[in-house]
């Protein structure tokens, strides 16, 4: 590994242990502070793959990321630049740099990547004739599937469909998985208003959707989503997002509901009986959006964890609560599960920690699934004739092959059931960190849910930028939100070095 | 190759000669007809690649086909299943099932194969080791772009930028391409009403965008569109589509206005007076939708021949009356060549048929590019601000790469001025059809539009069925189009099959 054979030839400053370490290592703080090894150590996943700990060469963009910047801004806008990238050096939980900077990665590619950089067996999966023949031969799923694209599904995809959903409709990414699942509920609500799927679409009907208007656009209907949601950007999905201003302004947006989610106090179970409380009245707003909005939701949508805006929580509870009164009503429950998904919660699916009796109606899934689309069960969810739920390439079947090589090891690997048990770890020693400097890890989030931990900093985008300074790379959201969105092959020996640099930041200024 | 290995082992009922064909070889009609050659020939651009011609052995579905269907079906919505494809046995024009039926293919997944199936150069350029790192070390390109990326952009898809458009932003397929433009148009347009760039968004603006509000949602504005367009199937790009009605129907829509595309006669130069009045009509009423429409347009977006919508053709001056109008008003003029782009025209852009003076504001592809974005070139239309156009993937490498290696064989076997030259040859053969039996190929139009060829005909849909069981797969668009759309390595001698099919197709019945 190329990466790791730079790091040999680096002048080490500190050394990490391969072994974990129980306590942060003291090391004296500099200007321009370095982490390197001395050689490469086994992983505990795969041989020969990570460095000990990150290198921190130059500032961040140093001189060969600048040059390269001022050169890709001509014709890319890198306004939202936040690190040029070295794939080729990038090695598990190991992000590098054209300038020899090689960072602990706990962003992942906005908590994209699940089984690191470079992953030795996805590289095989890469290689192989189907996936080549997935990438230069790609099909129009819908009209020319591949002979083969039933068991693609069966063995990938539909392997870990959530329990009571079985069939998938395959797509890019989050926001048109998001959309066409969007898409499937004011179908879905609209043949049954018009009295089942054999009914015919009207003259009226048809004449008014050409022109964009009612009956024949349901512009009678909404999606009801949460304040502080995110669920794309495209027109029907920033509709339902509800993060910032800045990803909304200036776009048209449909006249649907919002309602509050739960704003709870943290850490959970230290108030429990008052952030149930929130969550009944939460729960009795969607109930009045629901019966009283003037244009009435066909579906709910809504994420295990508000990601995008800030890390926000809330209970089972309320997510049975959320169930049974879309149940009541009629109305579709879609969970958005883009960034919960595929382990990190330290269950494959983030809703898999509510026992749900009753699945949810639509699942979306995304980023660490490397490919997109929604799960459904209810066979109604099939629109009642075919090309109304269709575009030309309906995902990408090479992306569907390296999703099945991502389950394949994730299940070979047992990474779901290592994520929460790292996650625990992690999070014990965040709780000790908020002890010990409470000003600067407010609201420590994330509590048996893997990874996905999150923590509030008062100084956030200095904190971000000093973590790269320290050697790690970490991603915010919300209004002061510190995100962790480590891979899953993220082990305790890493979270030992996040710690570390966590307490420098804060001990820093 | 093993399809070629395939048909080497089957049965020679007919023989293609490999030479060119100068007219329809006379072929006994048999129930169920079968082309095969003994002996795969030398293709004119890559060696041992293709059959000589179509195979057909069983009726399609044929008996592996219609099982594997059935099973898909458990999973995957199939009722717009065209053909279940055997894409390892496909090679170059030649799509293949599992019941060893070959076709020839001028559909090609919806218009979107350029180089033909199993091309060896795209199979060398998947095998790379910068296309595996695309793959599987998949970026957030607009925060983490790989150091390389400039000149991915540079080497690849800026490389064959429309004139005068030398920017880039990355899309994922058609519709979020055509979305993304539209959101760049309506900032654009709200950053000049503001009074430019450096005006910060009011209060008020801020707090009315996240309740789907104006002024902070543009709903005071709206994107123009022709009826009978196609522009993707997401919500907002749904809503500038007005082809068919179950497209559209329960989906809900803007508000937004639709001009009339000029409904022409075919042959367009037969009738060019008629013709010229026609367009004038169709920009006057853009005009004064333009200046009178509730909600004002801040861009125009046109297909340089609508495709989906039956494939409908307008002259270079209509798009040039189009660019001048725009420009007069202050709208924005977008492209749309996702189906016309890439080639098969006899250009690379469709657009560049026009001989336009003042390019269009942005110009959209997909499709043939295996990949997605709009070009601009106009520094104001990167929005204001970063983040505001953005997204998690933002594209993707391993596709981008791709379209590339597309690109670089393209220029290398000089295949659109291939495609221009074919295209003569194709519609000269039709021609004669059309006079030989002119209720059965009527509207023939494409005349000078490379292979990107159509005529309507009265059994359409029995038409394209026949065209099967007669071993060649075609489209259809509109109400009764039969289109054509061959790769760019269609040669004189697939045109001569083509030709041979479509006579006997029509004589058949």
């Known amino acids: 590994m190329s990466a790791c054979r730079a790091l040999r030839a680096s002048k080490a400053l500190v050394r990490y242990s391969a072994a974990r370490l129980t306590r942060p290592v003291a090391v004296p703080l500099e200007a ?21 700990g990150p290198t921190v060469k130059t500032e961040i963009p140093g001189p060969q990321a600048k040059a390269a910047i001022v050169e890709l801004n001509e014709v890319f806008d890198t306004r939202s630049l936040n690190m040029l990238t070295d794939y080729s050096k990038s090695t598990g939980n190991y992000i590098a740099d054209p300038d020899g900077n090689v960072l602990l990665d706990v962003y992942a590619q906005i908590a994209s990547i699940p089984l690191g950089y470079n992953n030795p067996v996805l590289r095989k999966a890469a290689r192989t004739d189907a996936m080549i023949n997935g990438l230069i031969n790609r099909p129009a799923l819908g009209n020319f599937p591949p002979a083969e694209w039933a068991e693609i599904l069966r063995t ?21 998985a998001n959309e066409t699942a969007y898409k499937a509920a004011f179908m879905y609500r609209r043949q049954r208003d018009r009295g089942g799927p054999n009914v015919e679409f009207t003259e009226e009907e048809m004449n008014s959707a050409m022109v964009n208007q009612s009956p024949g656009a349901s512009n009678q209907l909404s999606i ?43 850490p959970l179970d230290a108030h429990a009986a008052e952030n149930a409380e929130i969550e009944r009245t939460a729960l009795d707003e969607v109930e009045r959006l629901i019966t009283t909005y003037h244009l009435p939701p066909c579906a709910v949508v809504v994420e295990p964890i508000q990601s995008e805006g800030g890390d926000n929580h809330a209970t089972p509870a309320f997510f049975r609560g959320l169930r049974e009164v879309t149940r009541k009503h009629g109305v579709l429950l879609i ?26 109606d639509m699942v979306t899934f995304s980023k660490k699934a490397q490919t997109a689309g929604y799960y459904f069960g209810n066979p109604e969810l099939r629109p009642n004739k075919p090309y109304r739920q269709f575009n030309t390439w309906m995902g990408d079947p090479a992306r569907a092959l390296l999703f099945r090589a991502i389950i394949d090891e994730v299940e070979r690997l047992d990474l779901v059931r290592h994520t929460a048990r790292v996650g625990e770890y992690l999070y014990e020693k965040l ?25 509030d900093n008062p100084r956030r985008d200095e904190f971000l930028a000093k973590a790269k300074t320290f050697g790690v790379n970490i991603g915010g959201s919300g209004q002061s939100a510190v995100r962790l969105r480590p891979m899953l092959i993220f082990e305790e020996k890493h979270a030992d070095i996040l710690i570390d640099v966590l307490e420098r930041i804060v001990t820093s200024w």
């Open 224 to 266: 009801l989503s949460f304040k502080t949601a995110f669920h794309g950007r495209l027109f029907g999905s920033l509709s339902t997002t509800r993060s910032k201003p800045i990803h909304k302004l200036d776009i048209p947006a449909f006249d649907w509901p919002q309602a509050t989610f739960p704003q709870l106090k943290y």
């Open 431 to 455: 709780e000790r960190l908020a002890d010990k400097y409470p000003g600067e890890f407010r609201n420590l989030r994330g509590k048996g849910m893997g990874t996905f931990i999150a923590f």
């Open 156 to 176: 990938g995809i539909l392997k870990v469909a959530p329990s009571g959903l079985n069939q998938v409709f395959t797509a890019m990414a989050g926001s048109d």
């Open 32 to 52: 321009r502070r370095r982490f390197a090894v001395s050689a490469p150590t086994m992983s505990s996943f795969y041989p020969d793959w990570e460095p000990d």
């Open 335 to 360: 969970v958005d599960e883009v960034q919960t998904g595929v382990g990190a919660t330290g269950r494959f699916w983030a809703h898999e920690h509510w026992d749900l009796h009753d699945p949810p």
